[in-house]
Nanobody, 118 residues
Framework: QVQLVESGGGLVQAGGSLRLSCAAS????????MGWFRQTPGKERELVAA??????NTYYADSVKGRFTISRDNAEVYLQMNSLIPEDTAVYHC?????????????WGQGTQVTVSS
């Protein structure tokens, strides 16, 4: 089991920045692919960014390329979000998977709300 807890969400004006963190505990975190998803009511959950267990491989959705950066260290994964726009408003979840590349994740955090005002 891997336990994931997100933090760093909040309310920000368009053009601003936020940094999300996801703290992991449990089984060996460093062996897992980590992803950030977001979801808004009425929309499908979207994989925003992912990073392989080595940190050498990353994935970004087209909607966030050039604005978001995913990174990790021994115990946490981060999502630096710059140039935020109202369309980025969502609940952001981090997730862990034993596979790369993948859209299937095994463990999920509870989520953190990000709200971007215009």
């Amino acid at each position: 089991q891997v336990q994931l807890v997100e933090s760093g969400g909040g309310l920000v004006q368009a053009g601003g920045s936020l940094r999300l963190s996801c703290a992991a505990s449990g089984r060996t975190f460093s062996l897992y692919t980590m992803g950030w998803f977001r979801q808004t009511p009425g929309k499908e959950r979207e994989l925003v960014a992912a990073i392989s267990w080595t940190g050498h491989n990353t994935y970004y959705a087209d909607s966030v390329k050039g604005r978001f950066t995913i990174s990790r260290d021994n115990a946490e994964v981060y999502l630096q979000m710059n140039s935020l726009i109202p369309e980025d408003t969502a609940v952001y979840h981090c997730a862990a998977s034993s596979r790369w590349p993948t859209v299937n994740y095994d463990y999920w955090g509870q989520g953190t709300q990000v709200t971007v005002s215009s």
